[in-house]
């Protein structure tokens, strides 16, 4: 069956340290692979995509992420975290030949000043 | 702002009752999506339309539909409301009926049933 997996349901990380967000997915064809951010009381936002070329991605306010084919994993990552990156994050994939988003479960990201 | 447009902010009801909630889509964009959030379950994926016709169905139950306007704008009923469907409902938006583009999220309606 075709899941997105979030291993960690929250990250806690001191602020200016570097973070990681983990995401793990698991399908049948090529991937469309998407982060989004939810602040409290707000709608999702779209931070980066991957959907073909260099495995690494470049998104909104600093973020980035690895695709690895291989380890069928593609990791959310900041180099210097800010308390106010502190929010939802969701992992979401989806086939080329579906029209729908299979989404993870969220990793609550806690910046401690 | 996402240019995704959702109201009511909040919605409080009885069990047993209807609600209606309406979502109006970034300028351009044809497709809308309905999804629930609870904290049990998660971001669920409830309906697609795109142009006005139903283009994919997610988890949505069968008290539950939705329509999409000639103007583009959306709105999902939820009727005989039970105690578990409270949770908070968004709406986005894009410009296809695929994925590949970034989804635009509204605020949401957080519906609370009593």
């Known amino acids: 069956a075709q899941s997105v997996a979030q291993p960690e349901d929250q990250v806690n990380v001191a602020e200016g340290n570097p973070l990681t967000v983990k995401c793990t997915y698991s399908?049948?064809?090529?991937?469309?692979l998407f982060w989004y951010v939810q602040y409290p009381n707000r709608g999702l936002q779209f931070l980066l995509k991957y959907i073909t070329g260099d495995n690494l991605v470049k998104g909104s306010y600093g973020f980035e992420a690895e695709f690895n084919k291989s380890q069928t994993s593609f990791h959310l990552k900041k180099p210097s975290a800010l308390v106010s990156d502190s929010a939802l994050y969701f992992c979401a994939v989806k086939l080329d030949s579906n029209y729908q988003l299979i989404w993870g479960a969220g990793t609550k990201l806690i910046i401690k000043p | 702002d996402s240019g995704v447009t959702q109201t009511p902010k909040h919605l409080i009801t009885a069990t047993g009752q209807r609600v209606t909630l309406r979502c109006s889509p970034r300028?351009?964009?044809?497709?809308v999506y309905w999804y629930q959030q609870s904290l049990d379950q998660g971001l669920q994926f409830l309906i697609q339309?795109?142009?006005?016709?139903?283009?994919a169905k997610g988890n949505i139950l069968e008290r539950f539909s939705a329509q999409q306007f000639p103007d583009l704008h959306s709105e999902l009923n939820l009727s005989s409301l039970e105690l578990g469907d409270s949770a908070l409902y968004f709406c986005?938006?894009?410009?296809?009926?695929?994925?590949?583009?970034?989804?635009?999220f509204g605020n949401g309606t957080r519906l609370t049933v009593t």
């Open positions: 399908v049948s064809g090529n991937p469309y």
């Open positions: 339309y795109y142009n006005g016709e139903e283009r």
């Open positions: 986005a938006s894009s410009p296809s009926d695929r994925v590949n583009s970034p989804l635009h």
């Open positions: 300028s351009g964009d044809l497709s």
